[in-house]
């Protein structure tokens, strides 16, 4: 499927979604109008019934009072806000006050007030009813395309999705949702927290001391009670390989590196945000997503996946024929160099198999004796020693033109005086007013992953690849712990007002 097509079956799952939560209010509230109709059906027996109760009191009837505060209690309860309702309370009053004949003046229109707020109610259940219904049907039309669009996708992928399920590790049915459920708490305690400890900070001179002190410890605690959750949950509650590429319908992007790699990939940068989480490789195949859905081979044995690239474990002693398979379906293949041998034969069959523009080397930097085994395997020299720079992870990338000559991009952040003019002022200003509330730091929109896919958007650029939005993924990654946070506390609250709707519509609470 393409990126077009992939977007645009968003747009109507996006749509469909929106427009059957407006429904489903809409619908709620055409049931309180009903419900208000139904209460209000015996308003003209009840408008007659207290007439002659105020007749009879004028008459002399002192036990009339009674029924008269018992109609004007139905009235209370049951009638609109209108002209009926009003003209009983103020009836009501003046006979308290002892003013029976200007409670009689004001009773002698009470069943024509009661017949202008029946018609009142009618046409509002009408209007109320014949809206939900119009917003009912979009998301009834885009079912069948949503619905198609995700047989699609699932048809797209069925071949890699059926290679990689083979080497699927068997989970309970039950493990990904419950902690899923954990890590959505873990989020909401995150981004609560956060926001009382930045609203604490903000207000601190007009709160009192104990009550600012009271919720940087509880804001703390929630941050700190979040963190905790997350690093637990997150790793039991990643997805699969075979379930990223079922999610996402389009071909991935093959990440091989050395599994002695993964420890320094597991990084969270300190300069990310204050409260992230999210580590180096999580931030990386974040940007390499704007291609595809990410995969790799998992480390064997290992209890729980590594973050980042979904996983899948091959057996030791035949994963070769697998690799080449995978290096065919997927559209992209990135290749973290290292030592191992088995990295230098997937580099060789990579050049053997597959177009140039297909493979993208990730270079460490200070490592001298990758440069010359990697120009053994070329068929010019890279010159890689020459423009490598300095970060262990990655120092440079490197692309592959039509006749497989490299092209090298040194991995190094820009200098803030070579920014476009203006782009640090900017970039500075929506983090201030993104970030700064929640705790983050200005330096969030600079991490050391952000200036690698920056590196790799303009590499890929190079062969033809352009990704604008590399970069910026990146980074919006390293942030996701108080996005993700934020939108569950949004999205919680939408559903419990819906929730306290749907209690008000049966008269419960």
């Not at 139904?38 to 207290?50: E, L, N």
């Not at 699932?154 to 902690?179: G, H, K, N, T, Y």
């Not at 005086?417 to 002022?425: D, Q, S, W």
């Not at 690698?452 to 919006?476: N, P």
């Amino acid at each position: 499927m393409s990126s077009r097509l992939r977007a645009f079956a968003r747009l109507i799952t996006a749509v469909a979604i929106v427009t059957a939560y407006v429904a489903l209010h809409l619908a709620i509230t055409a049931g309180m109008d009903l419900r208000a109709c139904d209460r209000f059906r015996d308003a003209p027996a009840r408008a007659a019934a207290f007439t002659a109760a105020l007749d009879r009191y004028a008459a002399g009837d002192v036990s009339a009072r009674a029924e008269i505060r018992a109609g004007n209690t139905w009235f209370k309860e049951n009638a609109p806000s209108g002209a009926s309702r009003s003209a009983v309370s103020s009836t009501t009053g003046d006979v308290e006050k002892g003013r029976v004949p200007l409670a009689r003046e004001r009773a002698a229109g009470l069943a024509a007030d009661v017949a202008r707020d029946r018609a009142r109610l009618d046409r509002k259940l009408g209007s109320s009813r014949a809206t939900a219904l119009y917003w009912a049907v979009p998301p009834v039309v885009l079912l069948g395309p949503a619905l198609w669009l995700r047989r699609r996708r699932r048809l797209d992928a069925a071949e890699i999705i059926r290679v990689v399920s083979r080497f699927a590790p068997r989970q309970p049915w039950w493990r990904r949702p419950v902690f899923l459920l954990a890590s959505g708490a873990g989020y909401v305690l995150l981004a609560a927290g956060t926001l009382v400890v930045g609203n604490a900070q903000r207000e601190g001179y007009t709160m009192p001391p104990m009550t600012m002190m009271g919720s940087l410890v509880g804001g703390l605690a929630a941050v700190g009670s979040g963190l905790l959750g997350l690093r637990y949950t997150r790793p039991r509650s990643a997805r699969g390989a075979a379930r990223a590429l079922l999610a996402d319908g389009r071909q991935p992007v093959l990440y091989l590196r050395s599994f002695a790699d993964d420890d320094t990939a597991a990084q969270v940068d300190d300069s990310a945000a204050f409260v992230s989480v999210h580590s180096r490789e999580e931030q990386f195949t974040g940007a390499l997503g704007a291609v595809g859905p990410v995969i790799a081979v998992g480390r064997p044995g290992e209890p729980l996946p590594r973050l980042g690239a979904a996983r899948f474990y091959l057996p030791l002693d035949d994963w070769q024929p697998t690799v080449l398979r995978l290096m065919e379906l997927s559209q992209l293949i990135v290749l973290r160099l290292g030592l191992g041998e088995g990295l230098w034969w997937e580099v060789q069959q990579a050049r053997a198999t597959q177009p140039p523009r297909k493979l993208l080397l990730l270079a460490p930097g200070g490592v001298p004796e990758l440069v010359q085994r990697l120009d053994e395997h070329l068929s010019a020299p890279s010159r890689l020693a020459e423009v490598v720079g300095s970060d262990p992870w990655t120092g440079a990338v490197i692309t592959f033109d039509p006749e497989w000559t490299p092209q090298v991009h040194p991995a190094e952040p820009v200098p803030r005086a070579e920014l476009p003019r203006g782009a640090l002022v900017r970039r500075g200003a929506r983090a201030m007013k993104a970030g700064v509330k929640a705790g983050l730091g200005f330096m969030a929109w600079f991490t050391p992953t952000h200036h690698l896919a920056r590196t790799i958007k303009d590499a890929l650029a190079s062969v033809g690849v352009r990704k604008r939005t590399m970069a910026w993924r990146a980074t919006f990654v390293a942030q996701m712990s108080l996005w993700k946070g934020f939108a569950l506390v949004t999205v919680l609250a939408l559903l419990g007002w819906l929730v306290g709707r749907v209690l008000q519509l049966f008269g419960i609470g």
